[in-house]
């Protein structure tokens, strides 16, 4: 893993920690993804030059990595449990090991849908968990969407208050689940709630990721 301070005129610095200082950006090269923490006083300018520089050394890679933007204080997913790491500093390191992410087939279960065969419990909610992506909502939409669904699906009687969902939200938010994570989640809910698969079956059912 390389980290890096990104400059006003975007080059790019070593550097063996991130301080998180809030006129700073910082670019984490972790191989596969690149991260890009943008302080809230940055300036614009420094902000577009690090995302070009992040476009740059993707391009340079053998297999492109993805590159994923937080804000200060916007945080979320897979970024949130590296931080305190990142404070306390890796230098020049081999990538973090982190769990499996769930990644969402949804090429390979429309060619087995083309074919001709009929689509399984993974093969619905998978092309449901993109169709949901492909609408474009932030992460922040999409943890509020899934907390209501999580609440109202375990309580008996009246819909969700705003203070309930608030709480659910958070806890979601400060989760380290992916986005991709999150449309696969509310896919599955809205099966259940659609009364298309019972709860024990959703209880043992385990993605492929």
Same mark, same amino acid.
């Given at each position: 893993?390389?980290?890096? %301070?990104? %400059?006003?005129?975007?080059?790019?610095? &070593?550097?063996?920690?991130?301080?998180?200082?809030?006129?700073?950006?910082?670019?984490?090269?972790?191989?596969?993804?690149?991260?890009?923490?943008?302080?809230?006083?940055?300036?614009?300018?420094?902000?577009?030059?690090?995302?070009?520089?992040?476009?740059? !050394?993707?391009? &340079?890679?053998?297999?492109?990595?993805?590159?994923?933007?937080?804000?200060?204080?916007?945080?979320?997913?897979?970024?949130?449990?590296?931080?305190?790491?990142?404070?306390?500093?890796?230098?020049?390191?081999?990538?973090?090991?982190?769990?499996?992410?769930?990644?969402?087939?949804?090429?390979?279960? !429309?060619?087995?849908?083309?074919?001709?065969?009929?689509?399984?419990?993974?093969?619905?909610?998978?092309?449901?968990?993109?169709?949901?992506?492909?609408?474009?909502?932030?992460?922040?939409? !999409?943890?509020?969407?899934?907390?209501? !669904?999580?609440?109202?699906?375990?309580?008996?009687?009246?819909?969700?208050?705003?203070?309930?969902?608030?709480?659910?939200?958070?806890?979601?938010?400060? %989760?380290?689940?992916?986005?991709?994570?999150?449309?696969?989640?509310? %896919?599955?809910?809205?099966?259940?709630?659609? &009364?298309?698969?019972?709860?024990?079956?959703?209880?043992?059912?385990?993605?492929?990721?």
């Amino acid at each position: 893993m390389l980290l890096y %301070s990104v %400059s006003e005129n975007g080059a790019l610095r &070593k550097v063996k920690k991130v301080d998180f200082a809030e006129n700073k950006v910082f670019l984490i090269d972790d191989d596969k993804t690149i991260f890009l923490w943008q302080g809230k006083k940055a300036s614009k300018k420094k902000k577009d030059l690090s995302k070009r520089k992040a476009e740059l !050394l993707s391009e &340079k890679k053998e297999e492109p990595a993805k590159i994923q933007i937080f804000e200060q204080d916007k945080e979320y997913g897979a970024f949130i449990p590296i931080m305190e790491d990142l404070k306390k500093g890796f230098g020049q390191i081999s990538p973090i090991e982190r769990r499996d992410e769930l990644h969402i087939q949804y090429e390979d279960t !429309l060619d087995l849908i083309e074919a001709g065969l009929t689509p399984d419990l993974e093969a619905v909610i998978t092309v449901n968990a993109h169709n949901i992506a492909q609408e474009g909502k932030s992460y922040e939409e !999409l943890c509020k969407i899934l907390a209501e !669904l999580q609440i109202s699906l375990t309580k008996e009687k009246g819909k969700p208050t705003a203070k309930e969902i608030k709480k659910k939200e958070e806890e979601i938010f400060k %989760s380290s689940s992916t986005y991709e994570e999150i449309c696969w989640l509310i %896919s599955q809910i809205r099966l259940l709630k659609e &009364k298309k698969i019972d709860k024990q079956k959703l209880a043992d059912f385990k993605p492929s990721s």
